[in-house]
């Protein structure tokens, strides 16, 4: 298998970074998922499902614990990554990881969940 070469996205308000830990894709987000996070988002997470498709990833954790903000172009950007697995038949799991204490980040994910629930889950911490 070849190494791992997404490049981390990082602005001012906004920030992913990937890592390969065995068959698991890591990712992390932080900041400001606002209009000017939603272009890079999306074309990060579209490199991403070539990624996962291509290495039969079995699961994706997004850690989002540190962003505090998503707004709905950063919603549907997750449901094009998302449904863009889906489509290809790409069973790996996808778990969000979020801040308990930011609780519109459940109420936010909650629609990716029940979109896809035998894909998506959501785990507070």
Known sequence: ?????????????????????????????????????????????????????GRSLRAIELDVKALYFLNSSCLKAFVSFIGGLASQGVKSKIRFITDARLGWQRRSLTALERMSPELVSIEDV
């Open 1 to 53: 298998m070849s190494s791992f070469k997404v490049e981390p996205v990082v602005t001012d308000s906004f920030g992913i970074e990937a890592a390969l830990r065995d068959d698991r894709l890591v990712v992390k987000l932080t900041g400001t998922g606002d209009m000017a996070a939603a272009g890079p988002l999306g074309a990060y997470l579209k490199t991403l499902q070539g990624e996962v498709i």
